[in-house]
Each structure stands twice: as structure tokens, then as C-alpha cells.
């Protein structure tokens, strides 16, 4: 009896699983003229039957029976109660002798398991699975009154105040104007989707309506008619041979985007495509229960085999009763037969054939690249002559032009220089042509030529330093106001106005407004009263001299007097306020851009006495050379003593010495040599040295001619260099083995002018201590360390320039 029993029990469990199945079935796939739960049929009428009155016939059958049996088989008739309305009227009697059937099936069921003991009714009951709060249903909201409709996949172990929070975050929405209901019933929001009887994997149709409507209406964020997908959709499945089964798939629509999955575009029409991505996972493939590697490719096997024609073929032949015609025949003559040697030794011609003109491919193409090289190297020649050729040029037409409109010391230096150079040419010429008398006479009247352009020169100097005097007062009230400015850590320039800059920036705007003379009455007046109410700031005699002056022109102002008579005046008040811009008391920027120190401790250690014109000057009042140690002239007096006797002109071993530096800069960024050296060592390294003329061809253009290191691999410095022109650098600087390229007597000759060189600046302490780096052995008896103390700060040579320039 008990096995009979357990059979009958798993009989009816088989039974309730496929009662459950058909549910489910019946819920997410309705049949023609049926729907689903939660929605209403496509006409938008309700059905004429409802859940209620299958309820109430089941009911009334249920009365019958005893209450303890409708107890225990509680949840078979809540599945009975449950089961899908039917759509249509005709379907109604049909409907409810089914579910009858069914509720009377069920009450049989639970007659035969009330003799069961305890253990058999605790197995009999539904099997919960314990995570079932985390199954997901398919929640459908209808929002009122718009009536669209939004389809949510949510857990049913969640509350009802979680879905309005996750439905306020969809519409944009506060949660507290959402309110959910359920069948016409408001939910309360602690109860969860399983208390309210949802099942996993079902669908539910809920509404939702906002308590403020005019503030807060619900508007799903993209339109229904943006969106051409439907909700649900029926696929048709195969699932036998010939037979196929419907099956209803909702769609899930995520709020994330879809990823990227590449695509591509039509060449013609330039319209992209791209690959769609789907919700279906791909199938996978049964597990082997093996690791397989495959290493299939697409290598075609070559088979031969010979193949036989099943079929004998004959050909109709012309005979009695019969007739062939001959029209398309072809007469075939057999040709010349090729042996294998033959085949070959032709295959080899042919291949020595396409060799030879691939060669002759190749050679061509080499022979155009080094034709390329040559035009290109040709073409950067012609170019760098051109940019020397330029470069000379234009050093002639800036000497010239220095000429005609000298500006600077170097330009007035120049034309004592020509003018030195013209009197010797005359002094010469008169000399060998002239004798006795009238060589006194002719010597006479030469030096009354050149007073005359010295006082022509004089005079121009005058008028350039009076034109020159506003740009340099310009220059030193920008020093005085500029902003300080440092590098910061990422290489940033940073600036920074302080109160003093500020000051000084003021007091320059204000001395600009004050000195054009071709400003109205009204500015010059609004000018002289805002300088007025600035100099009264601090009183002193300074300051009521500038008052008194400013009182006096606005008087004379105000009587007519002629802007051309207020010349001086005005200039008396430019010099004055210039004079107050420059007092470190009213102006502290402009103390440390002062020529005389305000600090007497530091003007005691920085002064020295001038020999020449017995002043105390500082000492940026000296000019000091690199050879010398005794400081004796201040650089106004070598000047006067360079106009009144030698004249010289270092312009170019100015340009010597700043080619070199820029070409040791980019070659060596630690080099020290070249900085060391001032234009007077230059001049010595020039015309004592090396004679001002180059070391290979002679030539003696000083504006082609240029340092550089004799050996490559060390740093310049007098005992390493070599002058010569711009043309023949390239040249030396490409040798390897300057032994190899050069005659032994010639590199003997160079090596005598490097020693020349080191015996003259060994005696210069700060360039004597890079003489260390050469072997002692070398040098000998040369080195001489004694201070140079000549009385003009000059190299002391007997040597004579060997031309002027």
C-alpha cells in the first residue's frame, strides 16, 4: 500500500508540474483571440467574463467537500483562481467546465493525500527555492492618463518603494508624487511584488499617476512613436520535423547603450553600416569532456587521378547514303617538335633576358639617385655661397651705412678710422712727391683737412647724442617699471608687479604725458595738475622748484603766451621731474638701475681712481681685458685716446669673436675659452698670430675670414684653432687624420702659431688654467707666469698690423 501510495503521490506531483507549466505557457504565450495578463485586447474592450465569477463557480463546487481538505490544497485553488480570462464570449462555458474540472481533480487529489502521514504531506507541499526573491517578472506600468506604457524586468522580492524610486529615476520625477496601483487598488510601498502575487517569470500590469500632475507629469524621456520596436513578439519555432510551436518573447529594453561592434561603408555611396548587437546569447557548444586544438587551414591537398570515359565515343564518317559536309572542316599541320633541351635553353634566355633589363632597371635608378645627391649637394653649395656672398654683402652695406649715419660709439670709431686711414694714404703720397717747403705747406694744410672733418665729426656726434637722449631716458623708466620676472620649475615666465614697479610705472606714464609739445591747452593743463598733486606728495626743495615751475607755465598759459616761448620752460620741468624720477625717495624701484649706489659702503669698495682724467669712478667705468690686471684708464678716456691717436676699428674681431662663441655654443654648451676672451685678444690672435690672413690660401678679407678648432675631438682655444675663410671650414672640419691630409711642413707652421699663441695667454692666469689638459713635456720652457702691467691695458707687441682696415 505504501509503494502504491508514493506511486500515486509522484503520479499527481508529474501532474501539478505540468498544470503549472501549462500556466505559465498560457500567461506568456496567449493563443489567437486570447491575451496575456496585464494586457487588454488589441480593440481596447474589456472581456465580458472575469476572474471573479470563475472564482465563484469553482467556489460553490467547493462547498461540497470538507474544509480541512480545502485547507490543505489552499494553493491549487489559488492556481485555479489564477488562471488566464478568456478574450472571448464564446470561449466562457468552455472555460469554466475546465477550471471545474480541474478544482474537482484537485479536491481528489487531496482526499487520497489526507491518509498520508506528516512526512508524506511536508514532501507534498510546493518546493520553494530559496533564492526566490531573486527571480525577476516582467512588470508593465501604465501611466496615466497619457497611457503609455513601460516595461520593467524587476525582482519580486523588492518592494513597491523601490520600483517608484528606480520609475523616478527613468521619468525624472520626485518619488514622492508617484503613486502605484494595482487592479484598480493603491499599494501600499513596504509590501514586496511576491506579496502582491507575482510569480517569477510572470508579467503584471500596473498603473501609475502623479499626485501633481500640472508640476510633475509623467512623460516616458523618449516618445512611443521614436520607438518602432514592439514589447512582445511572436517567433515561430521549429521544433520537430515539420512542426512548429509559437512562442511570445518580450523584449527588454536596458538603459545602457549598446556597445560598438565596428561595421563598415560603402565605397559609392559613403553609407555606414554597422554590426547590431543582440540580447541573444550565443549557443555554446557541447563540452567533449576533452581539451581539443584545432589546427584546420585552408591548404588545398593536391590528389591526381587518372580517370577512364565510361562512354566509347565515335565520329560519323561520309559513306553510301550518308553525307558529312566539309565546309567548317579545319586542315591541322603538326609543327616543329621541341625537345627538352630546347625548352630549357629557350626558359634560359628568357630569363637571362628579363636579368638584363632588370639590371638595367637598377643601374638606372642608382644613376638617377646619384645624380639626385649631386644636384641637391650642388644646389646646397650654390646656396651657402649665396648666403656668405649675402652675408658679406651686407656687412659692406651696414659699414656703409655706418658711414653716412653713424649712431653709436662703434659707427663714430669707424669714421676716425677711415679718416686715420685717409691721412696716411695723404702723408704717404706727399712724402714721396714732395720736398723741402712745399712738403711743410702740403703737411700744413693736410692737418687743417682733418681738424675740419674732426670738428664735422664733433659736431654730428653732438646731434646724435641730443636725438639719442629721449630713447635712452625711454629705456632706463622701462628698466625701472618693468615687473619682476623668474623661471618657474616647468619653464613657465612668471611675472609679478610689486608696489615699488607700480610706482615707477605711474611716474613713467606721467613723465610721457608731460613731453610731446603738440598736446591741447586742455591736456597740457590736465597733464601739469595731475604732476602738480604727484611732486606734492613730498616736500622739498625739489619739489617746490617743480610747483613754481608748473604755477609759471599755467600763468603764461593763461595770459596767450606762444607754445613756441614755453620751449624751455617746459624742458626745465621735464629735466626736474626727471631728476625727482630718479631719487631713490620717491621712486625706490629706480634704485638698483642707478649708476652711482646709494649705499656708501658699497661705493667705497666699488670705486677706482682713473689715471687719465684723475676721477673715482665705479669700476663698470672700466673696460678690462682678459690679459690685463692693473686698471689705469676708465673706458672715456681710452676712448678720447683711441680718437686722438691710433684710431683703430675692432669692428671686425668684434664679428670674429661673436661667430665664434655662437659656433663653440652649439658644439659645446660648457665651453669657457671663448667667453674669457675679450676684442682686444681677438685682435692680437688676428695680427700677431696669424698675421690676418688665412692659413691655407693667404687670403686676407676680413669679412670672410673665421675661427675654428684644429683638432675636431677637442675644445677651441688659441693653441687649438686655425683662421680661415668661410669657404674652406666645411672642408677642414670633414678631415679625419689631419696627418694624413696635410704636409708635414705645413703642420709644423701651425703647431709654431699655437705656440705663439699659448706662450702669449699662458701669462693670463684665467686662461693659464686650462692649460692643464696639455702634456707638460710638450710645452717646455714656454709657460711664463708673470702679470701683464702695461700702462694702457693694451697687448704690448712691437709687431705692426700688417694692413688697415
Known amino acids: 500500500m505504501s509503494e502504491q501510495r508514493e506511486n500515486d503521490q509522484e503520479g499527481k506531483e508529474e501532474e501539478e508540474e505540468e498544470e503549472e507549466e501549462e500556466d505559465k505557457n498560457t500567461e506568456t504565450n496567449p ?31 467547493e462547498t461540497r467537500e470538507d474544509a480541512e481538505e480545502a485547507e490543505t490544497q489552499a494553493d491549487i485553488t489559488d492556481d485555479a483562481v489564477n488562471l488566464p480570462e478568456p478574450q472571448e464570449t464564446g470561449n466562457i462555458g468552455n472555460s469554466i467546465e475546465t477550471d471545474c474540472v480541474d478544482v474537482l481533480e484537485s479536491v481528489e487529489e487531496a482526499e487520497t493525500e489526507a491518509d498520508l502521514p506528516d512526512d508524506a504531506e511536508q514532501l507534498k507541499q510546493p518546493r520553494k527555492t530559496e533564492n526566490a526573491g531573486d527571480s525577476t517578472a516582467t512588470v508593465k506600468v501604465v501611466l496615466v492618463p497619457e497611457g503609455h506604457v513601460m516595461t520593467v524586468a524587476f525582482a519580486i522580492g523588492l518592494s513597491v518603494w523601490e520600483l517608484k524610486c528606480h520609475l523616478a529615476s527613468e521619468l525624472r520625477v520626485p518619488v514622492e508624487v508617484l503613486q502605484i496601483s494595482l487592479d484598480g487598488r493603491a499599494v501600499e510601498e513596504q509590501h514586496s511584488l511576491m506579496e502582491l502575487g507575482i510569480r517569477p517569470h510572470s508579467s503584471t500590469r500596473m498603473e501609475m499617476s502623479s499626485t501633481d500632475p500640472s508640476s510633475h507629469p509623467l512623460r516616458p524621456l523618449r516618445p512611443p512613436q521614436h520607438d518602432s520596436m514592439p514589447d512582445v513578439i511572436t517567433v515561430q519555432v521549429q521544433t520537430d520535423k515539420g512542426a512548429f510551436q509559437e512562442v511570445v518573447v518580450e523584449i527588454e529594453r536596458p538603459c545602457q547603450r549598446k556597445a560598438f561592434l565596428g561595421g563598415y561603408r560603402h565605397q559609392l555611396t559613403g553609407a555606414e553600416y554597422h554590426h547590431a548587437a543582440v540580447q541573444t546569447l550565443p549557443k ?192 632706463f623708466l622701462n628698466k625701472a617699471a618693468a615687473p619682476h620676472q623668474w623661471r618657474a620649475a616647468d619653464g613657465r615666465l612668471i611675472e609679478m608687479d610689486s608696489p615699488h614697479t607700480i610706482r615707477a610705472r605711474e611716474l613713467r606714464d606721467l613723465y610721457n604725458n608731460i613731453g610731446p609739445s603738440d598736446s591741447s591747452h586742455e591736456e597740457r593743463l590736465h597733464a601739469l595738475m595731475t604732476l602738480k598733486h604727484t611732486v606734492r606728495e613730498h616736500e622739498c626743495q625739489l619739489t617746490r622748484d617743480i610747483v613754481d615751475l608748473i604755477d609759471r607755465e599755467v600763468d603764461l598759459m593763461t595770459r596767450g603766451v606762444k607754445r613756441a616761448s614755453l620751449e624751455g620752460l617746459r624742458k626745465r620741468i621735464s629735466t626736474l621731474f626727471l631728476q625727482y624720477i630718479k631719487t631713490p625717495a620717491f621712486n625706490p624701484e629706480v634704485a638698483k638701475h642707478l649708476k652711482v649706489p646709494q649705499n656708501p659702503s658699497e661705493l667705497k669698495n666699488d670705486t677706482r681712481l682713473c689715471r687719465c682724467c684723475h676721477r673715482y669712478l665705479r669700476s663698470a667705468d672700466f673696460s678690462v681685458s682678459a690679459s690685463g690686471h692693473v686698471i689705469n684708464c676708465c673706458r672715456h678716456c681710452a676712448r678720447l685716446d683711441n680718437i686722438a691717436r691710433p684710431r683703430d676699428d675692432l669692428s671686425f674681431y668684434k664679428n670674429i669673436l661673436r661667430k665664434l662663441r655662437t659656433d663653440e655654443q652649439q658644439l659645446n654648451e660648457e665651453a669657457k675659452i671663448p667667453f674669457l676672451l675679450q676684442v682686444e685678444d681677438m685682435r692680437y690672435l688676428v695680427e700677431v698670430v696669424w698675421t690676418c690672413r688665412s692659413a691655407l690660401h693667404a687670403g ?87 702679470p701683464i702691467t702695461t700702462a694702457t691695458g693694451r697687448h704690448a707687441t712691437n709687431t705692426k698690423p700688417a694692413s688697415d682696415h
Open 31 to 61: 493563443q489567437p483571440g486570447e491575451h496575456s495578463a496585464g494586457f487588454p485586447p488589441e480593440d481596447g474592450r474589456e472581456p465580458d467574463i472575469d476572474g471573479g465569477e470563475v472564482a465563484a463557480g469553482c467556489s460553490a463546487l
Open 284 to 475: 555554446r557548444r557541447p563540452d567533449r569532456g576533452v581539451v581539443v586544438f584545432s589546427r584546420d587551414t585552408q591548404t588545398v591537398e593536391m590528389q591526381s587521378q587518372a580517370q577512364q570515359c565510361p562512354v566509347n565515343i565515335s565520329i560519323q564518317m561520309t559513306g553510301i547514303g550518308c553525307y558529312v559536309s566539309c565546309m567548317n572542316d579545319t586542315l591541322v599541320v603538326p609543327g616543329k617538335y621541341i625537345t627538352a633541351d630546347e625548352f630549357h635553353d629557350r626558359r634560359l634566355r628568357a630569363v637571362i633576358r628579363l636579368q638584363s633589363f632588370t639590371r638595367r632597371w637598377l643601374a638606372q635608378q642608382a644613376v638617377d639617385q646619384v645624380r639626385r645627391e649631386r644636384d641637391r649637394r650642388l644646389a646646397w653649395l650654390e646656396m651657402r655661397e649665396r648666403r656668405w656672398r649675402e652675408e658679406k654683402e651686407e656687412q659692406i652695406r651696414d659699414r656703409h651705412q655706418r658711414w653716412m649715419k653713424p649712431q653709436r660709439r662703434e659707427d663714430f670709431n669707424l669714421l676716425y678710422h677711415a679718416l686715420e686711414k685717409w691721412r696716411r694714404e695723404e702723408e704717404l703720397g706727399i712724402n714721396s712727391s714732395l720736398r723741402g717747403a712745399e712738403r711743410k705747406a702740403a703737411l700744413c694744410l693736410l692737418l687743417e683737412q682733418e681738424t675740419q672733418f674732426i670738428a664735422a665729426i664733433g659736431q654730428h656726434r653732438i646731434a646724435v647724442q641730443g636725438s639719442n637722449y629721449d630713447r635712452v631716458v625711454g629705456n
Open 700 to 786: 686676407s678679407d676680413l669679412y670672410s675670414l673665421v675661427f675654428v678648432r684644429w683638432e675636431r675631438q677637442m675644445d677651441w682655444s688659441p693653441w687649438n684653432c686655425i683662421l680661415l675663410s668661410k669657404e674652406e671650414t666645411s672642408a677642414h672640419l670633414e678631415l679625419e687624420d689631419l696627418h694624413k691630409a696635410y704636409e708635414t711642413t705645413y703642420i709644423r707652421g701651425i703647431e709654431q702659431k699655437h705656440t705663439l699663441a699659448r706662450r702669449h695667454f699662458s701669462q693670463i692666469p684665467i686662461i693659464a688654467e686650462y692649460l692643464h689638459s696639455q702634456p707638460a713635456a710638450a710645452l717646455g720652457n714656454q709657460l711664463i707666469f708673470k
